[in-house]
């Protein structure tokens, strides 16, 4: 078993997760090929990582289905960054403080890991 804290929305779930150690040959295969696309999303993340001082980072492991700011635009707390598709629901990625967008380092359709780093605010 394994136990994530998960915030969403400020509000925080601790969840506990039972891996079934039982996987057939072909379905170990898909999951090796989901898995994929996330390095090349890690790399696209890398060159503007230290544009802000306020990091904005996945809470699970989804996919990116809108980003709603851009670079520039002055946020609130609260204020929808993006939205990512976590376990077929659209989830609202939000600011932490007030601030103005320094990066947004993900694109739509980029698989994300929990923990990584999506946009910067300063």
Avoid: C, H, Q
Wanted: charged letters at 20%; hydrophobic letters at 50%; aromatic letters at 2%.
């Amino acid at each position: 078993m394994k136990s994530y804290t998960i915030t969403v929305n400020g509000t925080v779930y601790d969840v506990t997760v039972e891996e079934n150690g039982a996987v057939s040959a072909p379905a170990a295969a898909p999951r090796r090929a989901a898995a994929a696309p996330a390095p090349a999303a890690k790399s696209a993340a890398a060159p503007a990582a230290g544009a802000g001082s306020v990091k904005i980072e996945a809470g699970a492991a989804g996919k990116v289905f809108k980003i709603e700011a851009s670079v520039g635009t002055s946020v609130k707390k609260g204020d929808t960054i993006l939205i990512l598709e976590i376990m077929k629901m659209e989830t609202p990625v939000v600011a932490t403080e007030d601030g103005t967008v320094a990066s947004i380092n993900v694109s739509v359709g980029d698989m994300v890991e929990a923990g990584a780093l999506l946009a910067t605010l300063n």
